[in-house]
């Protein structure tokens, strides 16, 4: 069974630019969830996904926006980028509301 | 909203001994706790979980214990292997008021260091 799938493993963007990170989850799991890893911050919730429609938010800015698509995988959007922004971006997927949470490899973003 | 709090926040202990990771939560609707490891480069893995009406679980070298009275839960690792070095991640999952209101929120980490 294939894991979670995060696209691309590593990005560079300068400030003020936009990005695109993209997340498969496990075949049959209909819930994404995004996360921002950070040394300082640790483990902070950004949103969740399920069925298309985003179900909970975390406390992020309004440049951080999400999308999930009919096949379940779901992309995220980061605009305006900050240096601040720099971190590992991670995807979990579940099966729903009884599930536990699997996490992709994430995504490292530096922004310079 | 829920708050996790994880200690310690560094644990070192000689390959074989056991290894205890302690966490306390906010909310007493919380339902899920799972446990994360994380090593270099990757991502969180599931290494167990527990639910708000089960006291301990048990899974080879690993146990999660839980007491929602006190409202904290317990990672122990016995006969520990080099290989259980990583950083390892407590989380509570909230109760939303309505379906699908739930997120996981994370403790801040504990990195384990087997020592051989």
């Known amino acids: 069974k294939a894991g979670v799938t995060q696209t691309p493993r590593y990005l560079i963007k300068t400030r003020g630019q936009q990005v695109t990170l993209s997340c498969s989850p496990i075949s049959g799991h209909r819930s994404v969830s995004w996360y921002q890893q950070t040394p300082g911050q640790g483990l902070q919730f950004l949103f969740e996904y399920f069925s298309e429609t985003q179900r909970n938010k975390g406390n992020f800015p309004g440049r951080f926006s999400g999308r999930q698509f009919s096949n379940s995988r779901s992309e995220m959007n980061v605009s305006t980028l900050e240096l601040g922004d720099s971190a590992l971006y991670l995807c979990?997927?579940?099966?729903?509301?009884?599930?536990?949470?699997?996490f992709g490899s994430g995504t490292r973003l530096t922004v310079v | 909203g829920e708050n996790v709090e994880q200690h310690p926040s560094t644990l070192s202990v000689q390959e074989g001994d056991s290894a205890v990771i302690k966490c306390t939560y906010s909310?007493?609707?919380?339902?899920?706790f799972p446990w994360y490891k994380q090593e270099l480069g990757k991502g969180p893995q599931l290494i167990i979980d527990i639910r708000s009406n089960v006291g301990e679980k048990k899974d080879q070298r690993i146990a999660v214990t839980l007491n929602k009275t006190a409202k904290h839960f317990s990672l122990h690792i016995t006969e520990t292997q080099p290989e259980d070095s990583a950083v390892y991640f407590c989380?509570?999952?909230?109760?939303?008021?309505?379906?699908?209101?739930?997120?996981?929120?994370f403790g801040t980490g504990t990195r384990l260091t087997i020592i051989p």
């Open positions: 979990a997927s579940s099966p729903g509301e009884f599930g536990g949470y699997t």
């Open positions: 909310d007493s609707a919380s339902n899920y």
């Open positions: 989380a509570a999952r909230e109760r939303g008021s309505s379906f699908g209101n739930e997120k996981l929120t």
